[in-house]
T-cell receptor, first 110, second 112 residues
Framework: SQTIHQWPATLVQPVGSPLSLECTVE??????LYWYRQAAGRGLQLLFY??????ISSEVPQNLSASRPQDRQFILSSKKLLLSDSGFYLCAWRRGNEQFFGPGTRLTVL | DQQVKQNSPSLSVQEGRISILNCDYTNSMFDYFLWYKKYPAEGPTFLIS???IKDKNEDGRFTVFLNKSAKHLSLHIVPSQPGDSAVYFC???????????WGAGTKLIIKP
C-alpha cells in the first residue's frame, strides 16, 4: 500500500531563517506530487507540483521554492522566511482522480 | 477567479439530522468532482467523488449529488454524527493541468 510521509510535524522558525520541509512517498513510482499551504482559517493554496524528477511547476510567485531530487521525494525550501509564510503545509500525491495527503507540517514564523 | 466556490464558510447541524454542504463551479470542462474532510492539524482525507456522467453517488451515510446544468454539487450526510464535525472541501479535477481545483471549505459543526 502507498503511504506519504512529511517531516517535521511542527516547526518554529525566526524571520529570515531558511526552511526545508521534506515529503516522501512509498509504494508507488513516478507519482505526481504537490505542495499546498493552508493559512489560518483559509482554504488550500497550491504552491508547487511536480510530474517527475527535476520537473517543478510553480503556481504562486513567492519566496518559496521546491525541488524533486528523487522520484518519490519532494522538498519545499526557502532561503529567508517571512512572517506571512506561517501556515500548515501539506504534501500530496495523485492516484487516478484522487489526491492523497500527508499529515502536514505546522510552520510558525516569529 | 474562483472556479470552485463553497459559499458557506460554516454550517451548524443538530446531531441526527441531515447536513447539506454545497459547492458551485464555473468550468463546464470539469469531469470529476471530489469531497474531502479535514480535521485540524491533519491532512485532508478523501470522502466521496462523482463523475460528470452521473448525477448521484452514495456511500453509506454520504451522498453526493451533481446538477450539471446548474454547475452545482452537494454533499448530504445522513444522519449527522459528532465525528462529522470537520472542514469539508469540494474539489474539481483539471488533470489537463495536473491539478485539483479546490473550494475554500465549509466548517461543519454537529451539535449534540
Amino acid at each position: 500500500s502507498q503511504t506519504i510521509h512529511q517531516w517535521p510535524a511542527t516547526l518554529v522558525q525566526p524571520v529570515g531563517s531558511p526552511l526545508s520541509l521534506e515529503c516522501t512517498v512509498e509504494g508507488t513510482s513516478n507519482p505526481n506530487l504537490y505542495w499546498y499551504r493552508q493559512a489560518a482559517g483559509r482554504g488550500l493554496q497550491l504552491l508547487f507540483y511536480s510530474v517527475g524528477i527535476g520537473q517543478i511547476s510553480s503556481e504562486v510567485p513567492q519566496n518559496l521554492s521546491a525541488s524533486r531530487p528523487q522520484d518519490r521525494q519532494f522538498i519545499l525550501s526557502s532561503k529567508k522566511l517571512l512572517l506571512s509564510d506561517s501556515g500548515f503545509y501539506l504534501c500530496a500525491w495523485r492516484r487516478g482522480n484522487e489526491q492523497f495527503f500527508g499529515p502536514g507540517t505546522r510552520l510558525t514564523v516569529l | 477567479d474562483q472556479q470552485v466556490k463553497q459559499n458557506s464558510p460554516s454550517l451548524s447541524v443538530q446531531e441526527g439530522r441531515i447536513s447539506i454542504l454545497n459547492c458551485d463551479y464555473t468550468n463546464s470542462m470539469f469531469d470529476y468532482f471530489l469531497w474531502y474532510k479535514k480535521y485540524p492539524a491533519e491532512g485532508p482525507t478523501f470522502l466521496i467523488s462523482i463523475s460528470s456522467i452521473k448525477d448521484k453517488n452514495e456511500d453509506g451515510r454520504f451522498t453526493v449529488f451533481l446538477n450539471k446544468s446548474a454547475k452545482h454539487l452537494s454533499l448530504h450526510i445522513v444522519p449527522s454524527q459528532p465525528g462529522d464535525s470537520a472542514v469539508y472541501f469540494c474539489a474539481a479535477s483539471d488533470w489537463s493541468n495536473y491539478q485539483l481545483i479546490w473550494g475554500a471549505g465549509t466548517k461543519l459543526i454537529i451539535k449534540p
